[in-house]
Nanobody
Framework: QVQVVESGGGLVQAGGSLRLSCAAS????????MGWYRQAPGKQRELVAA???????KYADSVKGRFTISRGSDANTVYLQMNSLIPEDTAAYYC????????????????WGQGTQVTVFS
């Protein structure tokens, strides 16, 4: 059974940094596309960053230059490094494993984690 578990959220002052971690059990992340999404109260869930097995990355315009998605040295961890945080980054952040190595697999299926809350105060 595939499990996806996020950690690393918290309360941070604007301008600060956080690193979110996504850990897997039941499958190695290295074979699959991975994505980070977020959902703020009253808003739809949106893609923040995605990473394919071929190394292709995609970022939301609002986080380009501030956030970085990467894989850990093991096969089972994906990170989201968030720098220069602003209050608009406040949301629940979710990790998703795709069904294959392609970006498209994140849009058609996959496995979600339960989310971790990030709150940025000014």
């Amino acid at each position: 059974q595939v499990q996806v578990v996020e950690s690393g959220g918290g309360l941070v002052q604007a301008g600060g940094s956080l690193r979110l971690s996504c850990a897997a059990s039941g499958s190695a992340f290295s074979f699959y596309a991975m994505g980070w999404y977020r959902q703020a109260p009253g808003k739809q869930r949106e893609l923040v960053a995605a990473l394919t097995t071929g190394g292709y990355t995609k970022y939301a315009d609002s986080v380009k230059g501030r956030f970085t998605i990467s894989r850990g040295s093991d096969a089972n961890t994906v990170y989201l490094q968030m720098n220069s945080l602003i209050p608009e980054d406040t949301a629940a952040y979710y990790c998703k494993r795709g069904d294959s190595g392609s970006y498209a697999s994140l849009e058609t299926g996959g496995y979600w984690g339960q989310g971790t809350q990030v709150t940025v105060f000014s």
